[in-house]
């Protein structure tokens, strides 16, 4: 009887005791999958593989809340029944079948990762549904690998047996302070849960998902280890996973459209500095300058900065972005990979290997860093920055000063504006950076000493626009006297639009119409064009205006060659937007829906779908070329240039 009572333990600290128990069981199956594949990472120092395991329990979090939501659920109730013995059996083998299910599929990649380079996700039950030979093939599966299937049974019944050390403790008085007492409890732990799965509890901290594995590893191929299956699996229910498609033949492909670039040697490499200024929510409607037609040319905008440097910079009418969404604009900026049905970092084809604007300037010498006011990891960037060879992160814990905190988002543009200025003014040139602000975001307030300042118009966000405007005056005006500066390609975009009050912004071209300026002051990048330019442009363009001449890989086009034959397309909920020429083709990835002329139909009142079909097969064709590259190249990782 004494043995049994060294074993009980009241409900909590049982219930603390088995979720730890889950916690160690899954590190010793990411030790598991490391000793299984080691070949892959015997390169891992043992500092790294350290952080890496580290890295890897706050996956494991996730996976296990999620598997155990039930158990914790019935566990932590306000009520006495769950104190019976009945009660708590049942609970037992719900605790041991949904965490071995968990078990299996992390011991399943033992085998399968070599085979396959990635996690397995949720495409891993379409991927098997039209096979007839299910039972054999897990058959011969369990044949290969019987090994791993007695190690899995010898792990599991000492899982059990772990559980079973521990045994909750009788409740013999339950009474209504009890029941308070517990209900709080729930509380607590519904809000433990919660921060928890998402992976933090800051506002700004977006669910976790597998691209937030590069904030612990050097390469992308190293981020299976700080994942878990379960994880991966969960993470990918919901993914829009690609399908292969085979509209034509590799070289008529290659001749319509091809991602891989091969730039012709033009004379030296102009070893320029580049800085890329991401602006929150700037849609192209704010902006004055590159407005003049609206109101019967009365129409100022809220940027007076931003008229003044497109006035000095190249640009064109006609810019887009790829996406809706902050999570859209990095890659498809700095990587030139926009993102199709969902956002290319939260899909199950982020730990591809890709190449960047970053990784290539840094391997010509360059010093790479990245700027942005939020508290670090914010948006799940620092883990994309750190996948796209960008060596240093600048955030809120750098900066080092909550006196200039805005409360929600990050800091205050200026101050941080200043800040990266004279951070920027300690590279030794050349280098490579990007900034992404903070202020231009809901709910669209602007600092105490600036209120009223700046014009207001009958959006919000326009206001801190043009906060954020004058932020990027007082920018320039301090890297002006940098010596730096004259030798310095400046690109200033938005991560994408938002909301519209005019009309000629309320529909869909509008929805993705930004800024795109290209800004040199030591040289002689300016004018206006009317070619179709997209932020997956802005990685190629500056690159084959600096004369870079090697083969890299990035799904858009020179923006000041003429002679290409390009075309922008966007995405959103799986609909294709697809532009070229002067014509606008909506199409759901399998069907085209309506055409319009965008010079003659600015309002897309007329529908040219079945008047103008020579137009339609014609932008088909391309959309098919574009789709074939980008899902065929997504799902077998060749998204680098040999």
């Given amino acids: 009887m004494s043995r049994l009572q060294e074993r009980t333990a009241n409900l909590y600290p049982a219930l603390i005791y088995r979720i730890f128990l889950v916690l160690l069981c899954y590190t010793l199956c990411r030790l598991g999958f490391y000793l299984s594949n080691y070949s892959l990472f015997k390169h891992l120092s043992a500092k790294e593989l350290g952080f890496i395991f580290l890295g890897g329990l706050k996956f494991d979090i996730v996976a296990v809340l999620y598997i155990n939501s039930l158990f914790i659920v019935l566990q932590a109730l306000p009520f006495k029944i769950k104190y019976r013995q009945g009660y708590q059996i049942?609970?037992?083998?719900?605790?041991?079948?949904?965490?071995?299910?968990?078990?299996?599929?992390?011991?399943?990649?033992?085998?399968?990762?070599k085979f396959t380079l990635k996690r397995t996700t949720a495409s891993v039950f379409s991927q098997f549904s039209n096979e007839q030979n299910k039972a054999k093939l897990l058959f011969d599966f369990l044949l290969d690998y019987?090994?791993?299937?007695?190690?899995?049974?010898?792990?599991?019944?000492?899982?059990?047996?772990?559980?079973?050390?521990?045994?909750?403790?009788?409740?013999?008085?339950?009474?209504?302070?009890?029941?308070?007492?517990?209900?709080?409890?729930?509380?607590?732990?519904?809000g433990l849960f919660v921060i928890g799965v998402r992976g933090g509890w800051r506002h700004s901290t977006r669910p976790i998902t597998l691209s937030n594995a590069g904030d612990f590893v050097k390469v992308p191929a190293d981020m299976s280890l700080v994942l878990n299956t379960p994880f991966s699996i969960l993470k990918t229910l919901k993914a829009a996973n690609l399908k292969p498609v085979h509209y034509f033949s590799e070289s008529e492909l290659d001749s319509l459209y091809n991602p891989v670039h091969q730039p012709q040697h033009k004379g030296e490499f102009k070893k320029l500095n580049v800085v890329f200024l991401i602006i929150e929510s700037l849609g192209k409607e704010h902006i004055g300058a590159l407005n003049k037609d609206l109101l019967n040319g009365t129409y100022k905008g809220y940027t007076p900065f931003i008229d003044s440097l497109a006035e000095q910079s190249f640009t064109s009418s006609r810019t887009y972005a790829n996406g809706r969404k902050s999570i859209d604009a990095l890659p498809s900026v700095i990587t030139g990979i926009p993102s199709i049905r969902e956002p290319f970092v939260l899909s199950s084809y982020s730990n591809n290997n890709t190449t960047s604007i970053a990784k290539l300037l840094g391997d010509e010498g360059y010093e790479t860093a990245f700027f942005h006011g939020a508290p670090n990891g914010s948006m799940g960037f620092s883990a994309y920055v750190n996948l796209a060879g960008i060596k240093h992160y600048y955030g809120k814990t750098e900066y080092n000063n909550d006196k200039d905190f805005d409360g929600i988002w990050g800091i205050w543009d200026e101050p941080f504006m200043q800040y990266m200025a004279k951070t920027m003014n300690t590279f030794k040139p050349p280098f490579f950076t990007a900034f992404f602000s903070v202020s231009s975001h809901h709910p669209f307030k602007v600092p105490e000493k600036y209120q009223g300042k700046f014009k207001k118009g009958p959006l919000p966000v326009q206001e801190p626009l043009g906060y954020t405007d004058m932020a990027l005056r007082k920018f320039f005006e301090t890297a002006k006297k940098m010596p730096w500066f004259n030798n310095t390609l400046f690109v200033l975009c938005a991560d994408h639009a938002t909301v519209s009050y005019l009309p000629e912004y309320q529909t869909i071209p509008g929805y993705f119409s930004i800024p795109i300026l290209f800004y040199y002051p030591g040289g002689d990048l300016k004018g206006r064009t009317d070619k179709l330019i997209q932020q997956i442009d802005i990685m190629p363009t500056v690159l084959n205006y600096m004369n870079y001449d090697k083969p890299y890989f990035a799904f858009g086009f020179d923006a000041i060659d003429k002679t290409q034959n390009n075309f922008v397309v966007n995405n959103n909920d799986g609909n294709f937007n697809f532009y070229k020429g002067d014509y606008l083709l909506i199409n759901d990835g399998k069907q085209s829906q309506s055409l319009y002329n965008l010079k003659q139909d600015r309002l897309l009142k007329n529908n040219l779908l079945n008047s103008e079909p020579d137009t339609v097969l014609n932008m088909e064709k391309y959309l098919k070329a574009f789709i074939q590259q980008y899902n065929n190249r997504m799902i077998a990782n060749k998204l680098t240039a040999k």
């Fill in 90 to 113: 049942f609970c037992k083998w719900l605790f041991i079948l949904t965490n071995t299910i968990g078990f299996i599929a992390n011991f399943s990649d033992f085998a399968y990762y």
């Fill in 146 to 190: 019987w090994y791993l299937l007695i190690i899995l049974i010898l792990f599991i019944y000492g899982f059990i047996k772990l559980y079973d050390l521990v045994k909750v403790k009788k409740c013999y008085s339950y009474r209504l302070k009890t029941f308070l007492w517990q209900t709080f409890a729930l509380v607590l732990i519904a």
